[in-house]
Each structure stands twice: as structure tokens, then as C-alpha cells.
């Protein structure tokens, strides 16, 4: 297969730290309701969008990840109070330090879906997906590629 081949059909993999409270389960009214987005996240069920350790993002670019999508629930619906808030600081930090080091700007991108939203959690993976097919594989941070056969 020659390298144009391997750029047109480059898929990009996409690792996706959902809220257990909100946006794991529009997730899961996504697939419920059959509404269809691309397969390119994998996605680890956390308690709160509050708890994802930026070393986490970091950590997944690293292994090569192409992209980073951190949801949690809508301001004022956090099952902890203030979870999302403590997220959404911790997001713009990390998402200025990845753009200082050379990390292009929305390959992390950061939602707010809630647990009804599953036509918006299929329109922010289909976003997410495109801003980053457009931006091509990762190269900055990259240390482990990831198996292009899907196998993480």
C-alpha cells in the first residue's frame, strides 16, 4: 500500500474520558437509540469530569492517541456539585500548556452533554473526529503508536 493510500484511509483514534452521571450515559442513549457517530473513540467511564489528572491527556497523546475528548455534565448538574467546574479549569490549563509545546489547537477538545443528549454526544464525536482528521496523525508527545488494526 503506497502512502497516499495510508493517508486517505488514515483513521484517527480518539480517546474519550466520559462522566459516569451525564455524558457516559448519553453515550449510551446514543447507541440505545441507534443514532449513528464514527467508531474512532474509546471510551473510559470515569466518576466525574472533574477527576481526569491532566497527566491523563498527557499520558494518552503520548501513547499515541491522536486526540483527547473530556465530557462531563452541564454547569449546575454535576452529581458532585462542582466536579465539572474543577474540569473545565483543569482543561483550559492543560489545553495552554499542549498549545505552548506545539500540541495543535482541538486535538483535546472538552463538552458538556448530559444524559439526555445523545443526538449531541454523536455531534460532538463526529466533530471531534473530523477537527482531528483534518489535523492528521499526532506527531508532538508521541513516544508508542498505537496498533493502526484497532488494538489499543
Not at 29 to 37: E, F, I, K, N, P
Not at 112 to 123: H, I, P, Q
Request: with cysteine; net charge positive; glycine share 10%.
Amino acid at each position: 500500500m503506497d502512502s497516499s493510500h495510508e493517508i486517505k484511509d488514515w483513521q484517527p483514534k480518539i480517546l474519550a474520558f466520559l462522566c459516569n452521571w451525564c455524558s457516559y450515559a448519553g453515550a449510551d442513549l446514543a447507541g440505545v437509540s441507534r443514532t449513528q457517530y464514527p467508531p474512532n473513540i474509546r471510551v473510559i467511564r470515569i466518576p466525574c469530569s472533574g477527576r481526569v489528572d491532566p497527566m491523563f491527556i498527557l499520558k494518552a497523546l503520548q501513547q499515541g492517541f491522536d486526540g483527547v475528548l473530556v465530557s462531563g455534565c452541564h454547569p449546575g448538574d454535576c452529581h458532585y456539585i462542582s466536579g465539572n467546574y474543577y474540569a473545565r479549569r483543569k482543561f483550559a490549563l492543560i489545553k495552554a500548556l499542549l498549545e505552548f509545546i506545539g500540541v495543535e489547537e482541538g486535538r483535546i477538545q472538552f463538552s458538556w452533554v448530559s444524559a439526555g443528549e445523545g443526538e449531541k454526544f454523536a455531534e460532538v464525536v463526529k466533530k471531534i473526529t473530523t477537527d482531528i482528521k483534518e489535523l492528521g496523525p499526532a506527531k508532538c508527545l508521541v513516544k508508542n503508536r498505537i496498533n493502526p488494526s484497532g488494538g489499543l
